[in-house]
């Protein structure tokens, strides 16, 4: 399996971006589709965007990060990113990062293998 590691959170203002990586390490990250999730205090865990393997083909974004987040991957490197632009107060949560050895996991993240430890994220107003 790989092991992940995200990085990148911190605390910004509203309308700031802010751009995540997650590492991966162990296994061919090519052959392995990502999500990105997060978390904020008192809510459940929901998927903010995922991204097929191989190419990047299959990419999911939920509605509300639509037009201003971005996930892209670079299998050179063995990471994949979450490009986050306009952040607002409501993006604020730990985020982490998911790989699956499914083609494409999809938003789903009970088909997802392997997590990483989690970047807080914080946006002031």
């Known amino acids: 399996q790989v092991q992940l590691v995200e990085s990148g959170g911190g605390l910004v203002q509203a309308g700031d971006s802010l751009r995540l990586s997650c590492a991966a390490s162990?296994?061919?990250?090519?052959?392995?589709?990502m999500g990105w999730f997060r978390q904020a205090p008192g809510k459940e865990r929901e998927c903010v965007a995922s991204i097929g393997c191989g190419g990047g083909t299959r990419i999911y974004y939920a509605d509300y990060v639509k037009g201003r987040f971005t996930i892209p991957r670079d299998n050179a490197k063995n990471t994949g990113y979450l490009q986050m632009y306009s952040l607002k107060p409501e993006d604020t949560a730990v985020y982490y990062c998911a790989a699956s050895s499914r083609y494409s996991a999809g938003s789903s993240d009970g088909l997802y293998d392997v997590w990483g430890q989690g970047t807080q994220v914080t946006v002031s107003s």
């Open positions: 162990g296994r061919t990250f090519s052959r392995y589709s």
